[in-house]
């Protein structure tokens, strides 16, 4: 807490552009305005610029320079108790000349902390140094405060001399009174905030108060501040983590693809016969061999188209489709696999042609994922997809019901159904094969046509219906 010399120009340690004028108050005020009203006005402007996302050393910044405007100070700094930020260690008692540590009033077995420097304006940069770490038995105005959690307010050079090392320092500097008033927040002593003045200054019972209720409004700022860094360093982690993830995804469905269409690329010579004969016990078991290859296949594509949606690598691609003939490719796809469980797969389409400008391709994948999704969950019966119109003219939408006559979903486990590798069976042993990213799947590419997907009506025992819905022509966002 060191001021420069008068008429110096003040300067920031730390800062960022500046925040909040330092004239913002006093010169809009009319000349006949009492100081009360001057402070009343700067805590209502300072309360509304804290409520900005701030990091730290910005709100400490807020608060100094509105402290500099109303009360004409010379400098500020802001100090808090312990490591933050961490910064190279200095040794503040080469500046201020102080001499070894005495015991504190207060506090004496916290001799070891350190008060650590947030912002400073209006403080040279050697002293900003030297600040940084200000230990906590220092002999010096800022480390009483922070050992008692009382204010010192010194208005003159005689009370000044009651600190003698650091008086010589601040006079030296051209300031004749300082101030050094708690931090608290949620009622704990969190730092100190510290002003200088370059001339003689008396501290009446309203200045006193503003100063202390800045003390308290830039606690709370730079706690919200510290709140709204590790929000963000949290969600940079994430971002690095998902991204992480999606590489890998992609690498290692690509070097598990490349052998597996070598091994399928074998399987189909010898099963031709162009090597050599083979039995019909070989035959069938390089038909097996075919099959597991293709279904491990499938799943490594699934993995990889779930990585490129979400890399945000999928690119639309419009074209006018029809949706019977989507609805036909669909059934085309997936017919296999229902009459290997005893299922029959019925649709129900408008008998007028029903078009939509969009993603053949995708919707397919979406029709796809959610018809297999009903017959993996289907022990017999029917999967009804059934195609609707809704709304006219730019809010047309088209609706595609998926039926089955399955197992139902929980009321519980609906909500978690389109979470990527989810399964309403989680054990080894479940009874459905797969992934858990078909659902996941067919959202994220239902919503990047514009649509959604979502359960219509499900119930134990009864079945499920889940719901495709795209906008009859696709408009990029």
């Known amino acids: 807490m060191v001021a420069l010399p008068p008429h110096s120009p003040r300067s920031s340690v730390g800062s ?5 004028e330092p004239t913002a108050v006093s010169a809009d005020a009319p000349s006949g305005i009492s100081d009360a009203s001057r402070q009343l006005r700067a805590l209502a402007m300072l309360s509304g610029s804290l409520t900005d996302p701030l990091t730290p050393r910005d709100a400490a910044d807020v608060v100094e320079r509105q402290a500099l405007a109303v009360l004409d100070a010379a400098s500020a700094v802001v100090v808090t108790l312990g490591e933050f930020p961490p910064n190279e260690v200095a040794d503040s008692t080469v500046l201020l000349g102080a001499r070894p540590p005495v015991a504190a009033r207060e506090g004496a077995g916290r001799a070891g902390e350190t008060l650590t420097l947030v912002h400073a304006i209006g403080v040279p940069a050697h002293v900003a140094a030297a600040l940084q770490h200000l230990r906590f038995d220092a002999p010096v105005p800022l480390a009483e405060v922070a050992r008692t959690g009382e204010p010192v307010f010194l208005k003159s050079e005689s009370e000044l001399r009651r600190y003698p090392e650091w008086c010589d320092a601040i006079l030296s500097a051209g300031s004749c009174a300082a101030a050094a008033v708690p931090v608290w927040a949620n009622g704990h002593l ?4 510290g002003l200088t003045w370059v001339t003689p200054h008396a501290f009446d019972e309203d200045e006193r108060a503003f100063v202390l209720t800045l003390g308290v409004m ?17 969600r940079e982690a994430a971002e690095h983590a998902n991204l992480a993830k999606t590489q890998f995804l992609q690498t290692m469905s690509h070097e598990f693809r490349t052998p597996l269409n070598a091994i399928l690329g074998y399987t189909e010579i010898l099963a031709d016969e162009i090597v050599g004969p083979v039995t019909a016990v070989q035959k069938d078991h390089l038909r097996r061999i075919h099959g597991s290859g293709n279904h491990l296949l499938a799943l490594i594509e699934e993995l990889l188209r779930f990585a490129r949606l979400d890399a945000g690598e999928e690119l639309v691609n419009t074209e006018r489709v029809l949706a019977a003939d989507v609805v ?13 469980k005893g299922l029959q797969l019925r649709s129900k389409i408008p008998d007028h042609p029903v078009e939509l400008y969009t993603d053949r391709l995708k919707l397919r994948q979406v029709l796809v994922n959610i018809v297999t ?18 709304g006219s003219g730019d809010t047309t ?8 006559s399955g197992r139902g979903i929980a009321v519980a486990d609906q909500l978690r159904v389109f979470e990527a590798f989810w399964q309403v069976h989680q054990s080894l042993t479940r009874p459905s094969d797969g992934t858990g990213l078909g659902l996941a799947v067919a959202r994220r590419l239902a919503r990047l046509l514009g649509g959604d997907v979502v359960i219509g009506e499900s119930a134990i025992g009864h079945g499920t219906t889940f719901v495709t819905w795209l906008p009859a022509h696709y408009r990029a966002a």
């Open 16 to 20: 960022s552009p500046l925040l909040l």
């Open 190 to 193: 969190r730092g100190v905030l």
């Open 218 to 234: 830039c606690a709370q700022a730079i706690m919200r501040g510290r709140l709204t860094d590790a929000g963000r360093q949290a």
């Open 328 to 340: 036909a490719e669909t059934f085309d796809i997936v017919r296999a696999l229902a009459q290997r």
């Open 373 to 390: 999704n009903a017959v993996k969950y289907s022990d017999g019966g029917e999967v009804l997809l059934d195609v609707e119109v809704a």
């Open 397 to 404: 939408r088209i609706h595609f019901a998926v039926t089955d």
